[in-house]
């Protein structure tokens, strides 16, 4: 047996290139493409600006219902002949939804992709939306978030996005809902939502060997039966931020532990800061080395973990903190979590700490973009967030080059330790009056 006493030096990092996008106007619609040369599986998203943002007041998670309805059948074929069409070609209808876009997808062997893109389409333009099977997915989803509410976490979250952005605007209410508002979902919501955005052409992403497909024959099947014009996209919306800290306090009698969110509003994706922000981000509490987790996990032993990181859509975003605690702990505990944001912002970070992030983010970006699942993706960032197409192409050098000077200078700007509101689903009693002399901020108690 050969024991090797020294670990191998990593090699130099091979080059990354992001595949050339070709953007073309086919069947009535924008086809945005990514050339993928020898890749016989290809991937079709049809990306729909129908996302959370559009649902009404009082009917969140709406376009996730819609989303599992598409599959119970069609105008032309019921559940079972849909499902079967689908096998027949071995692939299945995939969909997401977040703040700004919904999206519905297929992944197939390039030369199915035509007629995978036909059943794509069916599905979305002409959906049976049976009364019945519409109430049958309200009702499981309803089920399954009341499962999800029933765990630490969903209701932190749902008080501290309430508190950023207030509980009147739609981004301040939880994404995907919660149960009541799911649970209200009528049948006639689902069919309105459908004829209100998802007749619109939307952007078909294709991520392949181009020389195999037909783009124009793509467009012409997803745009079929389509019309009307793409919605205006509103301006992003103002950062607006407290001047001083609060707590609010969500009761959970009995808990062992804490689940803590801690954020205050940040920029949209597409501020011009992304990079820095992120890295600083990460330096802060975007990785395992981070100094939230050194100091809260390594050395105090409070957690198993925390994290932090700007979430940034379309038009707003919010910078935010996320652990749970023991719950004795739980005051020292964001105590030192403020205190790490407040030393991040005063002081910005190292060139050790930085080139530690640097390698990390950039490595991780070329690891996560190599899948026709993951380019199509990143085809819908470009799209979605009017963002140039040599975005994903530079992107690497951009955070392998961003120095410290700037990275600290986006933490200044962009972190604010007095502004931010702290959130702590617990026991009540156990922790409201170390949280009220912890000098944190002001204690408020909600029901959520």
């Given at each position: 047996m050969t024991i090797i006493a020294q670990r191998p030096e990593p090699g130099a990092a091979r080059p990354y290139r992001f595949p050339e996008v070709v953007r073309r106007v086919a069947g009535g619609g924008e086809v945005v493409a990514a050339h993928l040369p020898g890749h016989r599986l290809a991937v079709a998203i049809l990306l729909l600006d129908a996302g959370a943002g559009r649902e009404?007041?009082?009917?969140?998670?709406?376009?996730?219902?819609?989303?599992?309805?598409?599959?119970?059948?069609?105008?032309?074929?019921?559940?079972g002949a849909y499902a079967l069409a689908l096998e027949g070609l071995g692939t299945e209808l995939f969909y997401s939804a977040d703040w700004d876009a919904f999206r519905v997808g297929v992944q197939v062997p390039v030369d199915r992709l035509g007629a995978a893109v036909e059943l794509l389409a069916e599905a979305v333009r002409t959906p049976a939306l049976d009364p019945a099977d519409v109430e049958r997915v309200r009702d499981d989803e309803a089920t399954a978030l009341r499962m999800y509410w029933a765990n630490p976490g969903p209701r932190a979250d749902a008080a501290l996005r309430a508190d950023l952005f207030g509980a009147d605007q739609r981004h301040g209410r939880p994404m995907g809902?919660?149960?009541?508002?799911?649970?209200?979902?009528?049948?006639?919501?689902?069919?309105?939502?459908?004829?209100?955005?998802?007749?619109?052409?939307g952007t078909l992403l294709v991520a392949g060997d181009l020389d195999l497909i037909d783009l124009d024959a793509l467009?012409?099947?997803a745009f079929a039966g389509a019309s009307g014009a793409s919605p205006e996209v509103e301006p992003a919306l103002p950062v607006v931020l407290r001047d001083s800290r609060r707590i609010i306090l969500v009761d959970r009698p009995g808990a062992v532990q804490s689940?803590?969110?801690?954020?205050?509003?940040?920029?949209?994706?597409?501020?011009?800061?992304?990079?820095?922000?992120?890295?600083?981000?990460?330096?802060?509490?975007?990785?395992?080395?981070?100094?939230?987790?050194?100091?809260?996990?390594?050395?105090?032993?409070?957690?198993?973990?925390?994290?932090?990181?700007?979430?940034?859509?379309?038009?707003?975003?919010?910078?935010?903190?996320?652990?749970?605690?023991?719950?004795?702990?739980?005051a020292p505990a964001l105590v030192d979590a403020v205190g790490e944001v407040s030393r991040t912002q005063a002081d910005g970070v190292t060139e050790e700490e930085l080139s530690v992030a640097r390698s990390w983010r950039a490595g991780q970006l070329s690891v996560e973009l190599q899948t026709p699942g993951a380019i199509a993706s990143a085809l819908a960032t470009l799209v979605v967030h009017g963002l140039p197409d040599d975005y994903h192409a530079t992107l690497r050098e951009q955070l392998l080059s961003?120095?410290?000077?700037?990275?600290?200078?986006?933490?200044a700007t962009h972190l604010h330790a007095q502004g931010l509101t702290l959130v702590v689903e617990g026991d009540a009693a156990q922790t409201r009056d170390e949280l009220a002399a912890s000098g944190l901020g002001e204690l408020l108690d909600e029901s959520v």
């Open positions: 009404p007041a009082g009917r969140e998670g709406l376009a996730g219902v819609l989303g599992k309805a598409l599959e119970e059948g069609t105008a032309r074929r019921d559940s809902g919660d149960p009541a508002s799911v649970a209200a979902v009528t049948v006639a919501d689902v069919v309105d939502f459908h004829r209100a955005w998802f007749t619109r052409p467009g012409a099947a689940a803590v969110r801690l954020g205050h509003p940040a920029p949209h994706r597409a501020h011009p800061d992304y990079v820095p922000m992120s890295l600083a981000s990460t330096v802060l509490g975007g990785a395992f080395t981070s100094r939230l987790n050194h100091l809260i996990r390594e050395v105090r032993g409070y957690t198993y973990g925390i994290r932090s990181d700007f979430g940034m859509s379309r038009r707003f975003g919010r910078f935010s903190i996320s652990s749970s605690v023991q719950t004795g702990v739980t961003a120095t410290v000077e700037q990275v600290s200078a986006a933490a």
